[in-house]
């Protein structure tokens, strides 16, 4: 099976039903995304596919073959994507392990909604668990990230 | 590499010219509440900092990053001694050796929100010394007096002249290091007490940063263990046919804590698992039922005996004399960690050497439980301390569960495993903190203040049957299970009180949990001065402040969370306002929360103020943080979390069932750091223990209804 994965075509040998988050993980050594639960409740393994924030714990491989998959990995050459530049200059991070996650689900929601509230953030990063509790600065973070958009785009 | 062969490459570093590295000595000051702790080992030279010809500074870090930011906190220490850019800073985590054994505890270990004040001496004087080599060295080259050198931003100078650290390092490694340094007043700070931003950011936000369950290397294998469904469980026999027929698994072994299916990679795995058929002896365990442990801690709590923690004067007759009695139950469930990293431990067996890759804060027992099972030498089991998905205390078992089962396991297959635990182990799997109950009961006099209390905790000790409880239970009584309650500043001014303790066993695994005892003795003991307040007719704020009259630092924390919270005002409409201080870990830290309730009854927490003195603050980015999270992980356990047992089963799984705060629940937290000269604290738990307090006295505040029971639900 190929897989576009950040930008390169990837040959794996995997069956069907195998959870595209094993199958990067695993098979192809892509372990920015990670684990957490296993049945979509904490948005650990979110990537995105075509652009969309997903699960990858609970789509199977077989779903994405020809689609575009990225992880944190391609999110941007060198980290320095808003999202990635709001979390450096907001210290959002503490263990670490959820910010693959979290930071993938906000680059989509800002993809979408470059204007994001309160409101839009809650519903965009609700799904993604951080046990540290870094709630208070990702949404922060958010915000700030929109703010850097802007400036670029101008 | 193994410890040794990390030693035998820093002295060839040495020859080789690579860079200065510095030879330390542990200092024999400990804090004076660890002086029970054993007796430190002879001093063993080693590695805490290491200056490149490159210019990087690298620290040594004797403990876990697992959130905390100690990571940034002790390479602040290193560089404000040693005068070099920040830009310059490195950190690695040091390997498992008696010399990064916790200064205050004498073994290596990450945990009680030491590991700032523990090394805040051992960390700055490393810096020191290494600064004073350096100087040493570029003195030499000058052929001037050493005193009349300067240094700043990795530089020697003499005012005309001057050496990079990268320069100087080859010089200066061949002096020899100085008998003693003098450290920098407080005044001379630059990077500590400054808001410093993480050094471990770039590599958490890129995917780069390597936790346990990342290890790959060739050769690896993942496992996964079928575990007894209730705790204390053993196999009695079982098939692996069908296990063994999943595409991918290899081997099919058993192991102490149950059997363990060996694959290609962690699907396989858990195909073959699921395809597992197991008979369980399940023993003693499978009689377990929550509900009814509640009930008979409610008896234990009303009848007599117990082991008693504290005592003065006579409660039983001061409660009869008492104008007025105030008594009241509270309790709170077991409770998972449930870190976002699943344990996780990676191990690889060759010749009489054993390899360890694992999120762990406990490198010290782990080392020598892992000798013990791979039949090595602990000092030929290397560890290599990768960054933990979170801790909370999860990560330091006396027992070595995670680290211990995948040796057994690595051992039983032959092969290098590395065994990840799936949600719903790591939700089941037992080392919870323990179900506790209060039992209060308060005399008071004409004024309400409180004359007589009669306190009886019950709950399994978390250090019975562990190897520190000869050190650390001291005639029945696990200082964990009433830490808040007989050290309390209240009851200091109670004429008549006595604290008594029972401690239940059972099969199940507990350990310590966020802030540990202060879990529940915070939320009892501030929910109980709260009722006496609101008995008093008297206000919440100044009912405490007329109690904490002898504890400076708790009514200033008090008094500041109070103002910033605008206590006096009227909150907006349909918002009440609670308020708890407590004391743990050396630190104080006083809370108002400010609630609602929303038409389905849940409790919405919109904004914590909160107040802490932790004494001296390194580093005050660090300190929001630590509180923001702290407060986060301690309203989980207010709002949702909750593992209830059943048949000796614990009925919740995953996230699903097993709820915690989201970002939508999360309320602002305003954090404002007390200016203290007090002996400094710990800050990774002390936010924890008064969130549930202060929350349920808000809610009481709004509805008139007390809630004595964690999770807190509404009528």
């Known amino acids: 099976m190929k897989l ?22 695993d098979l192809l050594n892509v372990t920015g995304v990670k684990y957490g639960c296993g049945m979509a409740q904490c948005g650990a393994c979110t990537v995105h596919l075509d652009g969309q924030a997903v699960r990858s714990c609970v789509l199977p491989v077989s779903a994405v073959a020809g689609r575009k998959v990225t992880t944190i990995e391609g999110l941007s050459p060198d980290g320095t994507h808003p999202v990635q530049q709001a979390w450096a200059e907001i210290d959002v991070v503490q263990c670490g392990y959820c910010q693959s996650g979290q930071i993938m689900s906000a680059a989509a929601l800002l993809a979408e909604n470059p204007a994001p509230t309160d409101g839009d953030i809650d519903v965009a990063l609700s799904g993604n668990i951080c046990r540290c509790g870094t709630y208070q600065r990702i949404r922060e973070a958010v915000h700030r990230a929109a703010a850097l958009n802007k400036r670029v785009q101008r | 590499m193994s410890p040794l062969s990390r030693r035998e490459v820093l ?155 990268g320069q100087l390092a080859q010089a200066a490694q061949a002096l020899s290091p100085p008998r003693s340094v003098a450290l920098k007043d407080k005044s001379e700070w630059k990077i500590l007490g400054k808001p410093t931003r993480r050094l471990d950011t770039p590599e958490k936000i890129n995917g780069k940063a390597q936790f346990g369950i990342d290890v790959q290397f060739d050769g690896l294998r993942t496992a996964l263990v079928a575990r007894s469904p209730v705790f204390g469980g053993t196999v009695k026999s079982f098939d692996a046919a069908k296990a063994k027929a999943v595409p991918g698994v290899e081997q099919v072994v058993q192991v102490p804590s149950g059997v363990a299916v060996v694959a290609a990679n962690f699907w396989s795995a858990k195909l073959g698992r699921d395809a597992l058929r197991i008979d369980w002896s399940e023993g003693p365990g499978a009689s377990v039922d929550s509900s009814a442990l509640l009930q008979g801690y409610r008896a234990m709590a009303k009848g007599s005996g117990g082991a008693v923690a504290a005592k003065k004067g006579d409660a039983d007759v001061a409660l009869l004399a008492a104008k007025k009695r105030v008594e009241a139950e509270y309790d709170v469930p077991y409770l998972a960690h449930a870190t976002m990293e699943p344990m996780n431990c990676t191990v690889k067996l060759e010749g009489n050497r054993c390899e360890i890759w694992a999120g762990t804060q406990f490198q010290g027992m782990d080392q020598m439980t892992a000798a013990k099972i791979a039949g090595v030498p602990p000092e030929h089991v290397t560890i290599h301390t990768m960054f933990l998905g979170g801790g909370f205390g999860r990560r330091a078992t006396p027992t070595s569960d995670f680290v211990s089962e995948a040796v057994h396991v690595a051992k039983a297959a032959g092969v290098p495993v590395k065994v990840v635990w799936t949600r719903e182990d790591d939700t089941q799997g037992g080392y919870y903190r323990p179900l506790f109950l209060h039992r209060i009961e308060v005399g008071v006099d004409g004024d309400g203040a409180p004359v007589a209390w009669r306190h009886g905790i019950v709950g399994q000790s978390i250090l019975a049957g562990t190897p520190f409880e000869k050190m650390m239970v ?21 004429g008549s009180r006595r604290i008594t303790l029972h401690s239940p066993r059972n099969p199940v695994t507990v350990l310590w949990w966020r802030s540990v005892g202060n879990t529940h003795t915070a939320f009892a003991m501030e929910s109980m001065i709260d009722e006496l307040a609101w008995s008093a007719g008297r206000d919440p704020v100044e009912y405490r402040a007329g109690l904490l009259k002898a504890s400076p630092r708790h009514l200033r924390a008090l008094k500041l969370a109070a103002e910033k919270a605008g206590w006096g005002d009227s909150p907006p409409k349909g918002r009440a ?84 705060l989201r970002l939508d629940d999360m309320p602002t937290v305003s954090v404002h750091i007390v200016e203290s000269d007090a002996k400094m604290g710990g800050i990774g738990e002390p936010a924890t223990a008064p969130i549930s307090a202060a929350v349920a006295n808000a809610v009481y505040a709004l509805t008139r209804q007390r809630l004595r029971s964690l999770p807190l639900r509404l009528a």
């Open chain 1, 4 to 25: 576009l994965v950040n930008g390169s075509v990837r040959e794996v040998n995997a069956p069907a039903d195998m959870p595209l988050l094993w199958v990067l993980r």
């Open chain 2, 11 to 165: 002295r060839s570093s040495l020859v080789s010219g690579a860079g200065l590295f510095i030879a330390f000595h542990i200092p024999s000051k400990a804090r004076a509440a660890e002086a029970a702790a054993p007796k430190k080992p002879p001093p063993d030279p080693n590695a805490f900092v290491r200056v490149a010809p490159d210019g990087s500074v690298t620290v040594l870090l004797a403990h876990s990053e697992m959130g905390q930011g100690i990571w940034t906190g002790l390479a602040m220490m290193v560089a404000e001694e040693l005068d070099c850019d920040w830009s310059q800073m490195r950190v690695e985590h040091a390997p498992a050796a008696p010399v990064y054994a916790h200064p205050a505890f004498g073994i290596q270990m990450t945990g009680g929100s030491t590991t700032t004040w523990s090394e805040f001496e051992r960390y700055r004087t490393v810096g020191a010394m290494a600064r004073d080599m350096l100087v040493r060295a570029a003195a030499a080259r000058w052929r001037t007096d050493p005193k009349k050198l300067q240094t700043a931003g990795g530089f020697v100078t003499d005012g005309r002249r001057k050496l990079s650290y």
């Open chain 2, 577 to 660: 306002r609670g308020v708890a201080v407590h004391e743990s870990f050396g630190s104080i830290v006083a809370q108002v929360a400010e609630v609602s309730v929303d038409p389905d009854k849940s409790i919405r927490v919109h904004k914590v103020t909160c107040a802490v003195d932790c004494g001296t603050a390194i580093n005050p980015l660090g300190i929001e943080a630590q509180v923001q999270g702290a407060i986060a992980y301690g309203l989980s356990a207010v709002l949702y979390s909750e593992l209830t047992l059943k048949n000796g089963r614990v009925e919740q799984s995953n996230f699903h069932d097993y709820r915690v």
């Open chain 2, 474 to 494: 001291k005639d029945g009584i696990d200082a964990t299970s009433v830490e808040g309650v007989t050290d309390s500043p209240y009851l200091e001014s109670v």
